[in-house]
């Protein structure tokens, strides 16, 4: 099947005539400008990673120099009338297509072009100044480094979309097949048949992540290429919100790496799982994220709070019988207590602790605590009455 043509966005008319020893500076550094913009994604866009290993990392690697070199022939001619861009574009959107097969999203290719951007008009610039290219050539050299990435984003975006119109649309609907029978907690047999289905390598575990739909997007870009999205309705999910499956090893390593990607979201991340027991991080997830927690929440550090919100009608009649002894005394006064009562509980009876936390002075928290032993008597010594009145009042 013949490869559908490219059209550009941008039709540039811009003509910079670079003089001859300004050409011949930037044809010299062509190879280390590309090898920087290659060292560059990997740096600073997560999903490339690995991406440059390979079959594929060829591919990218020539993609990077065809489009430099056609580039700096846009950049020399001294007329007009532009030079034929088919090899450049071409390789765009073949890069796009195999981007697509890979699994990588299209905002992480667009990513990785803000990126090469950046990076190659940085260093050619700087050879441009360095060769003697004057002011207003440098201004028109600029207009044509971003008019031609432009041209080149829009056919690699041209190949990835043709791709997963193609033989990418069944494998993307059967991955997201694969994510819900995963969140759903389906029987083993049937995810593992669905990841089969969706040519999907399980990971050594899963961590479920729920995040606003805006910032779904951005997320991806950061986050490893296999990631899940399921894209139907998925039981319990918070209105507004996405949910994604993130393949993890399961290390403090990964875990840290994860939180570090998610940045600047309000992403709630569950726990790291077994890949087919994702659903229990998802389920944690979703708990946690009923808690309304601002920024960026790690499960992993509101254990206690899951747990002391798993049952709220239990907790409040653990709490009724617990301030029962208090119910006589005037409400400002079994406040006042109450507060002591948990602080005291909190800090193991350290009167300064407790003065310092209350912003009262220590002989009032001396006061205090004699009149809770008033009212409580012997239970205040009593592992299981401590143990009751710590759960219900922490």
């Known amino acids: 099947m013949s490869t559908p043509p490219v059209r550009p966005t941008i039709q540039m008319q811009t003509v910079v005539g670079l003089d001859p020893q300004v050409a011949e500076a ?54 007009g009338n532009a030079p034929p861009k088919a090899p450049a574009m071409e390789g765009a959107y073949q890069l796009g297509r195999g981007e697509a097969r890979s699994g990588r999203t299209v905002e992480a290719l667009l990513a990785a072009y803000r990126v090469g951007a950046r990076t190659s008009w940085r260093d050619m610039a700087d050879a441009a100044v360095q060769a003697g290219i004057g002011a207003e050539q440098l201004s028109r050299f600029a207009e044509l480094v971003f008019a031609y990435i432009d041209e080149l984003s829009a056919a690699s975006v041209a190949g990835h979309t043709d791709e997963l119109e193609s033989s990418g649309r069944v494998r993307q609907r059967n991955l997201e097949r694969l994510a819900r029978a995963l969140l759903t907690g389906a029987p083993a047999d049937a995810i593992n048949a669905a990841a089969e289905r969706a040519d999907w390598e399980p990971p050594g575990a899963l961590t479920a992540v729920v995040l606003p739909e805006s910032q779904v997007s951005h997320a991806l870009t950061a986050l490893d290429p296999r990631t899940l999205q399921p894209t139907d309705d998925v039981p319990g999910l918070p209105e507004g919100h996405a949910s994604l499956l993130v393949p993890s090893t399961g290390s403090a390593t990964a875990r840290r790496t994860l939180l570090r990607a998610l940045r600047g979201t309000d992403a709630v991340v569950g726990p790291s799982t077994a890949w087919l027991e994702a659903s229990a991080s998802y389920r944690r997830a979703l708990r946690c994220t009923a808690l309304e927690i601002a920024g960026l929440v790690d499960t992993d550090e509101h254990l206690a ?36 009562l948990r602080s005291w509980l909190l800090h193991h009876g350290r009167r300064d602790a407790v003065a310092e936390e209350l912003f009262v002075h220590a002989q009032t928290v001396r006061y205090r605590v004699q009149q809770l032993r008033e009212v409580y008597g012997d239970r205040l010594e009593d592992p299981a009455f401590v143990l009751d009145a710590t759960l219900a009042l922490a």
């Open 26 to 79: 930037l044809r010299t550094r062509l190879a280390e400008v590309a090898d920087r913009v290659v060292l560059t994604i990997i740096d600073e866009v997560p999903s490339y990673a690995g991406a440059f290993s390979g079959r594929m990392g060829e591919v990218i690697r020539n993609a990077v120099q065809l489009a430099l070199g056609g580039f700096l022939t846009l950049a020399t001619r001294q007329d």
């Open 305 to 340: 709070a899951l747990l002391l919100a798993a049952d709220a009608d239990a907790r409040a009649d653990l709490r009724a019988r617990v301030l029962a002894p208090l119910a006589d005394l005037r409400p400002s006064t079994a406040e006042k207590l109450t507060d002591t």
